[in-house]
Structures are given as structure tokens and as C-alpha cells.
């Protein structure tokens, strides 16, 4: 059965999955400190508060990102992102995907 | 579910654009005033509503890239470790993402001081930058806590979001309006990055 818990994770997962991992050179930051800096990055859609930012890189760490490509601000392209996050604790997997 | 919304919100504001034109259109033909005076009017008002800031949000962010950003270096790693000798093989990196947060300018800024290790902090700053235009200056330091002395810096502009407000227009609505650096301080970003990664210390 889903919990409230279950549902906040769930929440906070696909919040995450706004932000960008990504250096501009195309690599992808795993580092907690750096995606820690993604997800409270307004100018990259990460809206992270600092208590939350760092709740969430103790508990999960970022396998794998999907962005799919955008141009024109965004108005040309399905702004499709997904991002597979790994549970520090439990090690199972979540696939998380942005809104649309 | 959002994005639905708002293909809804952008058509039914077309037409009523459309309907503000032909009623100004029919106005100006009734009253004998000019046709085309008064149709133009209407749209540019119409357009200007959404759009009024666009131009300048694009002027004034171009201006502070030319004016402010970049990336520098003060002090190199070699030159830092002639000073130090011997110190940078001690330095341990700190388990996590350690960090202090602060906001400042009644919340239209916020920094984040990550405590690398023992010897060096690295500070991610956010400030809005204009109080009329969505502009946010993006400043990140490494920084030697001991001596507070700044060996890189990075300073970025990026448009259509507010720290202050994170949801409200222009937020995600204005599209249009987002950028998320200056011409190259994605570059610049990536090199502070890797002058940040010099300092870490050693994971243990």
C-alpha cells in the first residue's frame, strides 16, 4: 500500500528530475556537492530548498540522466527528462520522470 | 497536465487579442479615426502585456555579461602549494556535501558555503540582480578559509527566473525569457568546477 511517505519520495524524486545534472561540457555530475548545487540552481529549474537539497543527496544518488534536446527557450523540442536515481540505503532504483 | 493548462491560457489569450483588434478595428471605422492607428495600437498594446520585457530583460542581460562575467584565477594550485608545502597532501575531503546556507537581500539572494575539508570552502551565490527584470547573477569562490583569500572566482548571468520567487511569473510561464548563462559561462562554470576539484582533498 502507498504511504504518505511513499508519495513525498515520489514527489521529491520528480522535482528532482527538473534540475539538470549535466556540466556544460556534457558530463554528469554525481559528486553530492555538485548535485546538491543542481537542484538549488534557480537558474537551471532546480528549486531545492538548502534542507531539502541536502536531505535528498544523503539518501539518493544520481546514476543517469536523459535531457532530451530543446531549442528556442524550449518552445521547439518535447522537453522530455528522465533520471535514474539509486536509494544510498536501500540500493533499489527509481526512474523518475519531469512533468510535462 | 501543466503544460495542457498553458496551451489553453496562450490560445484563449490569442483570441482575445484578435477580438481587442477587430472591436478597436470597428471603433476607429465608426468614429472616423484611423483604421490602421488604431488597429496597430490595439495589437501592440496586446503583445506588449506578455512580452514588455523581454527586450530589455535581453539588453540588460547582454550588458551585465560584457561588464561582469568571467572566470578568474588568483592564485594557481602550484602557486598556492609553494606557499603551503606539504598541506595539501594532509587535506581530507568531508563526507557529503557539507554546507552553511545564508540568504541575504530580504530573500532575493542565497549562498551556500560548502566546507570542502579543513582548509578550503567552496561559496555558490545567487542574487537577483535587478529589481524590475528577471536577471540572476551567479557567482561561485573557491576560497581559502584560513586565510580568506579568494583563488577563483566565477560570475554568470542567467535570465527568466527569480531566487526570491521560484513559481510565480516570470518563473516557468515566460519562457521565452529563460537563459541559463552568458555566452561561455557554461565554459566558465566547468573551469571553476575543475579548479574546485584540485582542492577537494583525499576521499576517505
Redesign the interface.
Known sequence: MTTVVDLFQQAELAEAAYASFF???GVLLT???????AL??????G?FS??Q??SF??QWKVVDQYIGPTS????VGS?FSATLFRDTTTGAYTFALR?? | ????IFLLVVGVYVLVSIGVVKGSIAYAQKNGKSVKRWGWGAALVMYLIPFWDWIPTVAVHQYYCATEAGFWVYKTPEQWMKENPGVMETLVANK??S?R?ESFDDEHG?S?I?L?NNRFN?I?T?QDYSSALPI?R?EQQVKDARTSEVLARYVDF?T????KN??GPPG?LK???????CNGG??N??AL?DFRNIFFGEQK
Not at chain 1, 40 to 45: A, I, K, Q, S, Y
Not at chain 2, 1 to 4: I, K
Not at chain 2, 160 to 163: E, K, M, Q, R, W
Not at chain 2, 175 to 181: A, E, I, K, R, V
Request: charged letters at 15%; hydrophobic letters at 30%; zero cysteines.
Open positions: 556540466s556544460n561540457s559528486a553530492d556537492a555538485d548535485v546538491k548545487t538549488r540552481d534557480t537558474n537551471n529549474n528549486n538548502e534542507a537539497a541536502t543527496v544523503s528556442l527557450g524550449g518552445l522537453g512533468g510535462t | 497536465m501543466m503544460g495542457l557529503g556535501a554546507s546556507y542565497k551556500d560548502y570542502l567552496w555558490v545567487q540572476i551567479s542567467g527568466g527566473n527569480s531566487v521560484t513559481i516557468p519562457f521565452w525569457l529563460h537563459s541559463g548563462h557554461g565554459q562554470q566547468d568546477r
